[in-house]
């Protein structure tokens, strides 16, 4: 009768490497020389902890086992931080605070970080809504702090007829390209038809949207119709003419703009603007003259193109410290950093729509206002 088996191989599966018998672990895989001894401090040392993890490629050939670190315990800041997260996704996306508590949603922040705990609708919808609002109202007053702004305002009614008066504050952003492809027609005259108005439409439909911009200037509306009555066809452009009688103050306007100081103007344009800022203060003719023969201080340099992409109230008031004349620049800066149109009003009205909704009609004007207000900042950016 053979030698008895140490009662250590309960634990291991015996198994032939090269010929030699060696033992493989039931609980890592690992492979152990055939000593009962070694084999029973490996039991030993693998069975002492639940560190020990099987991992087996797909060859089937065992591995060396990896030992399975404890998930560090969430700190009370980090965790903080994780639900004002939460909070952002919830706000910039515009969904439910109700769907915190979706079954699903739990499962897959345990899957991401077990033992986590996600808010409920009430801390999200409460104290987390009001530290991220007050996050973003700091970071939007530390950008405007000192600078001269364009605001807007107008009143408005939510879905249950509360009043609203809404601010805008300018916030310039890229003008995006206009484009349109007209589809496959299988008439010709219709297909005709369509790039015919094509044509005509496209140039007003570019016109309107730059107009409509919130990083148009009144200093451009002037170059946005000059533009237009030079794109549109000619039995047009007479029509054009006749409808675009511009105010005097949009000619002042573009005088006063650095990037085009009048130079498109014709002469009885520029005499309109002249006129029209002589009798709003006849203080400022001197320097106004000086301002537009680029006498200094007002050199050539500053009207470089490497200045146009400075605002034109920016670079009147950054010319208070090169010497221009404070009550130029008073009437300048406020003339020249004004919208032209209510349109970036409008889209705050719209957004607050969007999120006081008729799904969300039990909301507060207050938390209504700052859930469009950050949603605004959040997509903007």
């Given at each position: 009768?053979?030698?008895?088996?140490?009662?250590?191989?309960s634990?291991?599966?015996?198994?032939k490497?090269d010929?030699?018998?060696?033992?493989?672990?039931?609980?890592?895989?690992?492979t152990?020389v055939?000593?009962?001894?070694?084999?029973?401090?490996?039991?030993d040392?693998?069975?002492?902890?639940?560190?020990v993890v099987?991992?087996?490629?797909?060859?089937?050939i065992?591995?060396?086992a990896?030992?399975?670190?404890?998930?560090?315990?969430?700190?009370?800041?980090?965790?903080?931080?994780?639900?004002?997260?939460?909070?952002?996704?919830?706000?910039?996306s515009n969904?439910?605070?109700?769907q915190?508590?979706?079954?699903?949603?739990?499962?897959?922040?345990q899957?991401?970080?077990?033992?986590?705990?996600?808010?409920?609708?009430?801390?999200?919808?409460?104290?987390?809504?009001?530290?991220?609002?007050?996050?973003?109202?700091?970071?939007?007053?530390?950008?405007i702090?000192?600078?001269?702004?364009?605001?807007?305002?107008?009143?408005?009614s939510?879905?249950?007829?509360?009043?609203?008066?809404g601010?805008?504050?300018?916030?310039f952003?890229?003008?995006?390209?206009?484009?349109?492809?007209?589809r496959t027609?299988?008439?010709?005259?219709?297909?005709?038809?369509?790039?015919?108005?094509?044509?005509?439409?496209?140039?007003?439909?570019?016109?309107l949207?730059?107009l409509?911009?919130?990083?148009?200037f009144l200093?451009?509306v002037?170059?946005?119709w000059?533009?237009?009555?030079?794109k549109?066809?000619?039995e047009?452009v007479?029509?054009?003419a006749?409808?675009?009688?511009?105010?005097?103050?949009f000619?002042?306007?573009?005088?006063?703009?650095?990037?085009?100081h009048?130079?498109?103007m014709?002469?009885?344009?520029v005499?309109t603007?002249?006129?029209?800022?002589?009798?709003c203060?006849?203080?400022?003719?001197?320097?106004?003259?000086?301002?537009?023969?680029?006498?200094?201080?007002?050199?050539?340099?500053?009207?470089?193109?490497?200045?146009?992409?400075?605002?034109?109230a920016?670079?009147?008031?950054?010319g208070?410290?090169?010497?221009?004349?404070?009550?130029?620049?008073s009437?300048?800066?406020?003339?020249?950093?004004?919208?032209?149109?209510?349109?970036?009003?409008?889209?705050c009205?719209?957004?607050?729509?969007?999120?006081?909704?008729?799904?969300?009609?039990?909301?507060?004007?207050?938390k209504?206002?700052?859930?469009a207000?950050?949603?605004?900042?959040?997509?903007?950016?």
């Amino acid at each position: 009768m053979g030698r008895r088996k140490s009662d250590v191989w309960s634990h291991f599966k015996e198994i032939k490497v090269d010929g030699v018998t060696r033992g493989k672990c039931d609980s890592c895989s690992e492979t152990i020389v055939a000593n009962p001894e070694k084999m029973k401090k490996h039991w030993d040392s693998c069975t002492s902890s639940s560190s020990v993890v099987l991992i087996d490629d797909d060859s089937g050939i065992p591995r060396k086992a990896l030992k399975q670190t404890t998930l560090p315990i969430t700190s009370a800041d980090k965790s903080h931080d994780i639900e004002l997260q939460i909070g952002r996704f919830f706000i910039a996306s515009n969904s439910a605070f109700l769907q915190v508590e979706n079954k699903e949603f739990e499962k897959m922040v345990q899957m991401l970080k077990p033992g986590d705990k996600v808010p409920n609708r009430r801390k999200l919808a409460g104290p987390i809504l009001d530290e991220i609002f007050q996050q973003e109202k700091d970071n939007v007053t530390k950008k405007i702090q000192g600078c001269n702004a364009t605001l807007a305002l107008d009143g408005w009614s939510t879905i249950t007829n509360d009043p609203v008066i809404g601010v805008y504050h300018n916030i310039f952003r890229n003008i995006l390209e206009y484009d349109r492809h007209i589809r496959t027609m299988e008439q010709i005259s219709v297909k005709r038809s369509a790039q015919d108005l094509m044509t005509i439409f496209k140039p007003i439909a570019i016109a309107l949207d730059k107009l409509q911009s919130e990083k148009t200037f009144l200093g451009d509306v002037f170059e946005i119709w000059l533009d237009l009555r030079t794109k549109c066809p000619e039995e047009y452009v007479s029509k054009i003419a006749n409808r675009s009688d511009l105010l005097p103050i949009f000619y002042v306007a573009n005088l006063l703009d650095h990037r085009y100081h009048g130079a498109k103007m014709d002469p009885a344009e520029v005499c309109t603007g002249m006129e029209y800022i002589n009798q709003c203060s006849k203080d400022i003719a001197p320097e106004l003259s000086s301002y537009m023969a680029k006498y200094a201080p007002y050199s050539s340099y500053l009207f470089a193109e490497k200045f146009a992409e400075v605002s034109p109230a920016a670079w009147w008031v950054a010319g208070l410290k090169m010497g221009f004349d404070s009550d130029l620049v008073s009437i300048a800066a406020s003339i020249v950093g004004a919208c032209p149109a209510s349109s970036g009003l409008e889209r705050c009205f719209s957004t607050l729509g969007f999120t006081h909704g008729k799904l969300r009609s039990q909301l507060g004007v207050e938390k209504g206002g700052k859930l469009a207000f950050l949603f605004r900042q959040f997509n903007s950016q």
